[in-house]
Nanobody, 124 residues
């Protein structure tokens, strides 16, 4: 059974940086598409960034140029480097998985497993 455990969230001032990590079990990142989703209070969950098993990436327009998704297949860990954070980035961030190493989608419903999330709060 796929298990995804996020860490690295916290509180930061606008303009600051955070790096989220997602430790994956029972899945090989080299043969899966992995993503980061987020959900702010009162809003729908949205896709933030996705990386395929082959390393192709895509980002939501709202985070392009500020966020970077990456992974380390050797330790089965997914990352999200978040720079120049804004208050509107405040949300619960989730790691997500789909067993297809070549496809990309930012649609949250495209993924088949999710972690419990880690909270990111950005203040002015």
């Amino acid at each position: 059974q796929v298990q995804l455990v996020e860490s690295g969230g916290g509180s930061v001032q606008a303009g600051g940086s955070l790096r989220l990590s997602c430790a994956a079990s029972a899945v090989a990142l080299s043969s899966a598409s992995m993503g980061w989703l987020r959900q702010a209070p009162g809003k729908e969950r949205e896709g933030v960034a996705v990386i395929t098993g082959a390393g192709t990436t895509t980002y939501a327009d709202s985070v392009k140029g500020r966020f970077t998704i990456s992974k380390d297949n050797a330790v089965n860990t997914l990352y999200l480097q978040m720079n120049s954070l804004k208050p509107e980035d405040t949300a619960m961030y989730f790691c997500a998985y789909r067993p297809n190493q070549y496809s990309l989608s930012l649609n949250p419903n495209w993924f088949t497993a999710w972690g419990q999330g880690t909270q990111v709060t950005v203040s002015l």
